[in-house]
């Protein structure tokens, strides 16, 4: 099994809907990213955690909300989604703030969303 | 505002050839880098570069910082058909915001 799982890893919805992504993590990370991911944009920050209390906004946070429900799960929601949210969205998680970290990132294998 | 930069965006080379990718950033960092997609795939550490002068070599690639000049490079010796992916770089500003930003992506394309 995968150390970063997320779902659904596709996902097809209509403008107004709203989404929750899921990713779930063994490796015992404090830390938990989402990067929403467009060609020729590379990886852009939307939400990340540094524990269930610690939530901060990224480089994109508007139009997305996240909820960190214990330490190995961390959601990303669209209220209500529009196409231009149309996206390949990524999680992942570092090990900073164990001993030997070295700040690294493990992702999942990614979302795919797209809004119609 | 934290600002990564990569360029080349896109490579196209031969087979045999080196070649560098440059990382340029904006601000004091205290970490970066180096990430590796292959198409249709998630991204995989390569390297992470701690401090000023630091090198690291693994196979064909090797990965420099130079905080002073908030620059880091990939380079690549020799290139074989089986390194073309998306490479990125990130930074992270450690004790500040923490945010760990990335670079829009170098494409490269190794021509067998």
Known sequence: ?116 | ELKVEQNPLFLSMQEGKNYTIYCNYSTTSDRLYWYRQDPGKSLESLFVLLSNGAVKQEGRLMASLDTKARLSTLHITAAVHDLSATYFCAVDRMNRDDKIIFGKGTRLHILP
Not at chain 1, 29 to 51: C, E, K, N, V
Not at chain 1, 60 to 73: C, F, L, M, P
Not at chain 1, 75 to 101: H, K, M
């Open chain 1, 1 to 116: 099994d995968a150390d970063v799982t997320q779902t659904p890893r596709n996902r097809i919805t209509k403008t107004g809907k709203r989404i929750m992504l899921e990713c779930s993590q063994t490796k015992g990370h404090d830390r938990m990213y989402w990067y929403r991911q467009d060609p020729g944009l590379g990886l852009r920050l939307i939400y990340y955690s540094f524990d269930v209390k610690d939530i901060n906004k990224g480089e994109i946070s508007d139009g997305y909300s996240v909820s960190r429900q214990a330490q190995a799960k961390f959601s990303l929601s669209l209220e209500s989604a529009i196409p231009n949210q149309t996206a390949l969205y990524f999680c992942a998680t570092s090990d900073l703030g164990l001993a030997g970290a070295n700040g690294e990132l493990f992702f999942g294998e990614g979302s795919r969303l797209t809004v119609l």
